[in-house]
């Protein structure tokens, strides 16, 4: 969970100061995003003792994120002028409505022998588990429903389930159609032409992982409040509250004043902490306590997941530290950044 408060730091502390170059100047403003957001809002957001009185920001997070994906389904269709893209020198017709429509192979499997798929499995696996991964989170959220039955948190992730499946959705096929390969870790890098409404769709996603992050500090503080005093957090004294609070934001926010890039930051998560607690802590767990007898074909299931989960995320993590040490590398390149200069 640490893990995510820092990474959604790093995000939106990112896409505010793509915001404020695009609109003002290049001035480098993420710490100053970072910061200020971070004691200003996150923090005393943070102090609420009931995850009930974060739900109107829950939801207007989400319509953020919904927005996000529309805008990037909308951006293809305005950017989309039916003009020939190259690909590795080949002829790309990326616009599905035009006669000369032509996506062939190439264009989405784009790879010249198997060590160049695996190195861009290696890259994406991360931000696949990343994307996928809010098991951390079950637990505290099924706690605070007022009608915790099983019934009720099964019809709240179908609901949440579908709302990501669109999301994803149109960012990933709508994204990839607009920029093929020059698709950056941040889609929002790339060049909207400073279109008002990816400026907008740039805020928008911002406040979402911003009241994002109360929530997350809410799940840590139960778990840990649990794990050391054997209490809820709401029975802890003020002074225990805060100070156990205002640690937690502080490190963060330390962390991400450190590290900038936010595909790193996914990646690394995505291949070390995410995947620990959402694929193989599970698998033991199940492992230890289910019968095998009862459930052989899911067992077997289960640790083959594991296996297979810790084996490609450690390979992954190997890649990218090199890719760290060896700037050299393209693992993360980009080929159509905006351009965030303003005229002077």
Request: with cysteine; hydrophobic share 50%.
């Amino acid at each position: 969970m640490f893990g995510a408060f820092v990474s959604y730091l790093v995000a939106f502390g990112g896409l505010l100061d793509l915001v404020w170059r695009v609109i003002i100047n290049d001035t480098d403003v993420y710490v100053y995003a970072v910061i200020g957001i971070t004691w200003v809002v996150i923090y005393p957001l943070s102090l609420l003792k009931n995850l009930s009185a974060l739900r109107y920001t829950s939801l207007f997070g989400v319509i953020c994120s919904l927005y996000l994906g529309v805008l990037i389904m909308i951006e293809y269709f305005v950017l989309c002028d039916g003009d020939e893209r190259d690909l590795s020198q080949k002829s790309i017709h990326s616009c599905f409505w035009s006669k000369h429509f032509n996506l062939p192979k190439h264009a989405y499997f784009n790879y010249n022998d198997m060590w160049s798929f695996i190195k861009n499995l290696l890259v994406c696996f991360p931000l696949f588990i990343f994307a996928c991964s809010a098991q951390q989170f079950m637990l505290t959220i099924y706690a605070e429903l007022t009608n915790n039955i099983r019934a009720r948190m099964q019809k709240v992730l179908q609901r949440s389930s579908y709302v990501i499946l669109f999301l994803y959705a149109c960012a990933s096929v709508f994204g990839y159609l607009t920029f093929l390969d020059g698709v950056c870790g941040n889609i929002l890098l790339n060049d909207y032409k400073k279109s008002p409404g990816a400026v907008l769709a740039a805020i928008a996603i911002s406040i979402s992982m911003i009241l994002a992050e109360p929530i997350i500090t809410f799940s840590w503080r139960a778990i840990f409040v649990d794990l050391i005093w054997k209490t809820r957090q709401q029975d802890l004294s003020i002074i225990k509250y805060v100070l156990i609070t205002t640690v937690f934001v502080f490190l963060g926010m330390l962390v991400a004043l450190s590290v900038a890039n936010v595909e790193i930051v996914f990646g690394l998560l995505g291949a070390t902490t995410y995947p620990l607690c959402g694929f193989i802590l599970p698998a033991i767990l199940f492992h230890n306590i289910a019968p095998i007898s009862d459930f052989p074909i899911r067992y077997k299931v289960v640790v083959f997941q594991a296996v297979a989960v810790a084996l490609v995320s450690i390979s992954s993590l190997i890649y990218q530290m090199y890719g760290i040490i060896n700037p050299s590398t393209d693992w993360n390149k980009c080929n159509n950044v905006q351009d965030i200069k303003t005229p002077t």
